[in-house]
């Protein structure tokens, strides 16, 4: 009986039919990785074919009884037995099952001279010891059936992940002053002097809907179709409305279209070892390019569009192109390269709409028209260089180029992130560039901003920043540099609902003295499917 004992107690952990039923339910109901499974099991015939088990090894004779006798000893597929790894209740009651079903085959198949009379006993006894952790067992592996039934029957694709989010703001906010002098009312002028308002907007509710269907055919590759709808756009929240030239815009609120639009469209593959390669008709180079862990995701973070790209380098960052990027994982440099034509599908762009994505001011460029195609106006290259010696400190320099409207630029942009904490972190992007030709003559216009975030704040998982910035510190456009401050506070509900209540403050907007501090403010919650 104690040899019993022994030779049991060097059983393996699952039987190959639970470790194979296990493997693939957890693989397909929960975000378990891979390392977190045993590799499906292989029979053996002999010991010497467990590649980790040596004839010194004390257990050596238990094994080879084990395999040679009752046949009931299974190895992992690299031929080990991994005879040094934990053993929990529940593994060592699957080990007994399997080996007590080998023994029932050879009493029920008549080889009974193999089986001793005291090994059937200690194996009864052993049956009853664990028959609680035999049922609960049971009990688990058919409701991974079930439940694997019912994911194989339900699932969208087996190629393709259907996530979602749905974005839905209320909004208001106004302005204050008499800047009119002589006229009584108060009122916003735009950077060319043209009124933009006279009196306050009434409050909004605006909202954006994006659906991502995410195919890989590898495992390491990706192809992305974003369809999204949207509210008004630039003109459904007070910001936008009052001061829609440099970038005062509520991101989350482009593209603005009530019907579902081509958001993303693009394909993901790793041809050597670091490089990846992107190439679509639907890109977005602020995907890929100026990103930074405080001040980057309109959904997540600010949301105020100059405060989450550097507003001059992208004065048209949507359009068909191509990324490749090079990533080593044990070097703190990085590279990134964007090429986007931003009507690649027309000879001529006289479409001026605002669109998902920065975008400089087209009143100062209005109706220009443009050649088009891939290499045609607009269109613009942007490369970057990350140096990020650890998680606490990142520093990317960036430079862009191209034609917009007819009007050559050259930007060159610095974006920094520095966490002072596992709760707080500062960052800050600044521009500087070259614009020729616009209506307002040749421009060197300047950016900055500054801000500081706390993460945990009140509650795990909550979100919390404050930032300023000039968009546009330009002495040919207006009279004055206006500034953007937002604060917010993001806390979660749930791991699907946050919630965001946020405030704007825009001061000198358009560039003008006179206009009055602009001062707006959003509930944004967004749902994640």
């Not at 309109?298 to 192109?321: C, E, H, K, M, Y």
């Not at 087209?362 to 045609?376: C, D, E, M, Y």
């Not at 456009?477 to 825009?506: C, D, R």
Request: net charge negative; proline share 5%; with cysteine.
């Amino acid at each position: 009986m104690v040899k019993l004992w022994i030779l049991l107690g060097a059983l393996t952990y699952f039987s190959t039919d639970v470790i194979s039923l296990t493997k693939s339910a957890i693989a397909q109901t929960a975000p378990v990785s891979e390392a977190d499974v045993p590799s499906a099991m292989d029979q053996v015939t002999s010991v010497s074919q467990l590649t980790d088990v040596q004839p010194s090894d004390w257990a050596f004779q238990a094994l080879r009884s084990l395999v040679e006798r009752y046949g009931c000893v299974v190895g992992y597929a690299n031929q080990q037995f991994q005879g040094d790894r934990s053993l929990s209740r529940y593994e060592f009651a699957a080990g007994v099952t399997a080996c007590l079903n080998r023994v029932t085959e050879l009493v029920t198949s008549g080889v009974t001279n193999s089986v001793p009379k005291e090994d059937l006993l200690t194996l009864q006894r052993l049956q009853e010891e664990f028959a609680t952790e035999l049922a609960t067992t049971r009990g688990r592996v058919d409701t991974l059936e079930i439940r694997t039934t019912t994911l194989e029957a339900n699932q969208f694709s087996t190629t393709t992940k259907l996530t979602g989010q749905v974005i839905v703001a209320v909004n208001a906010g106004g302005f204050e002053g008499d800047p009119c002098g002589t006229c009584g009312a108060a009122r916003i002028l735009s950077p060319t002097g043209a009124v933009v308002a006279e009196e306050d907007p009434n409050p909004t509710s605006l909202y954006r809907v994006s659906l991502f269907f995410n195919t890989s055919f590898t495992g390491t590759d990706q192809l992305q179709v974003r369809l999204t709808a949207g509210s008004e756009g630039s003109n459904d929240n007070a910001a936008g409305f009052l001061e829609p030239n440099f970038g005062s815009v509520l991101d989350f609120a482009v593209p603005g279209r009530p019907q579902f639009s081509l958001g993303r469209l693009f394909y993901t593959f790793i041809p050597i070892k670091d490089v990846s390669v992107t190439i679509g008709p639907q890109i977005v180079a602020t995907d890929y390019v100026d990103k930074n862990s405080y001040a980057n995701v309109s959904f997540l973070d600010f949301s105020t569009q100059a405060l989450i790209n550097n507003f001059p380098l992208f004065p048209r960052s949507v359009g068909a192109g191509a990324v490749v990027q090079w990533q080593p994982e044990q070097s703190p440099f990085k590279l990134r390269a964007v090429y986007v034509a931003g009507n690649a599908a027309s000879f001529n762009d006289n479409d001026q709409r605002y669109v998902e994505g920065p975008q400089a001011p087209a009143i100062l460029f209005p109706n220009r028209g443009g050649s088009g195609g891939l290499f045609g106006d607009p269109y613009q290259g942007t490369v970057e260089i990350e140096y990020s010696p650890s998680r606490t400190f990142a520093l990317r320099l960036q430079y862009s180029g191209g034609v917009f409207l007819n009007t050559p630029f050259d930007v060159f942009g610095a974006n920094f992130e520095l966490a002072l904490s596992p709760q707080i972190g500062i960052f800050g992007r600044y521009g500087h560039g070259t614009y020729l030709n616009s209506t307002a003559g040749d421009l060197n216009p300047s950016y900055w901003m500054a801000g500081i975030a706390f993460r945990d704040l009140f509650k795990r998982g909550a979100l919390a920043g404050i930032a300023i910035g000039q968009p546009l510190i330009e002495s040919n456009v207006g009279n004055a540099t206006q500034a953007n401050l937002e604060a917010f506070y993001n806390f979660p509900i749930s791991n699907n609902i946050q919630v965001t209540p946020l405030i704007q403050v825009i001061t000198k907007a358009g560039n003008q003295s006179s206009n009055g501090t602009i001062v707006t403010g959003t509930v944004r919650t967004v749902f994640s499917f």
